[in-house]
């Protein structure tokens, strides 16, 4: 039987649906995602924000990823920097200590990590910044004891000197993403870039989950191995969105998993 789990990123302090502050937005949300990348300082995201969304994560059985990003509050971590190599690898290993602290408090864990914005990008296509990441998670592993997952494209950079680092790998796809021919998502400069027809994105879901095949915007069958479908949360009608592609997976008989344990970090 097929199995896919749906990520989202909670914790920012921002909102796409009218009449809804951020943390009700972060409630909602946690009603359909099986795993919650949480933004853990670094673009956005406090103690307070980290505390509440564990708590409830932990309440719901979804399982805790670190959001790491760049250190840029002012521009929500959308913009790559230029940052020296151990100060980059301090950044995300402060960051996700920070999470993990409230997590554990949460009676939870840190179940993965995931970079955020420009670091996703950055990380994805360019071997160096890649390499920093990895650095972060195998430093992680070895004061901690556990080597956690990263999610992140398939087949990028940061898959490839993740694994080979022995780090678990998680293929990402996106609910609203349009892929190129060779699998990359295609530039948000580019007409077609995000889909907002629902029916489309529900349909392109669930033919991945079950097929583990996306149509390109110029009309290719791409292979796309990925175990986690991303719904961004800051894209207007994104609860209802999660909501919606929670169902029709349901319906197609695909079952929504987290694909870690809540609680219990790799070993």
Known sequence: MATIDLNTDLGEG????PGLDPAELDDLLLESVTSANVACGGHAGDD??????CRLAVERRVAIGAQVSYVDREGF????LDVAHGTLVAQLLEQLGALRAQAVAASGSVDYLKPHGALYNAAAADAQVARAVVDALLADAASTGTCLPVLTLPRCQLARSAAAHGIP????????????????????????????????????????????????????????????????SDTPGAARTAAAIRAALADAGVVVQSFVVPGVEAP
């Open 14 to 17: 921002v909102s796409g649906e």
């Open 48 to 53: 307070v924000s980290m505390a509440r969304v």
């Open 77 to 80: 971590g959308r913009t790559r």
């Open 169 to 232: 790998v998680v293929g990402e796809a996106f609910a609203d993403r349009a892929y190129t021919g060779d699998g990359l998502l295609l530039p948000r400069s580019q007409p077609g870039a995000v889909i907002h027809d629902l029916d489309t994105v529900l349909a392109r879901v669930v033919r991945l989950a079950r097929l583990g095949l996306v149509r390109s915007a110029d009309g290719v069958e791409v292979p796309l191995d990925a175990r986690s479908v991303c719904v961004h």
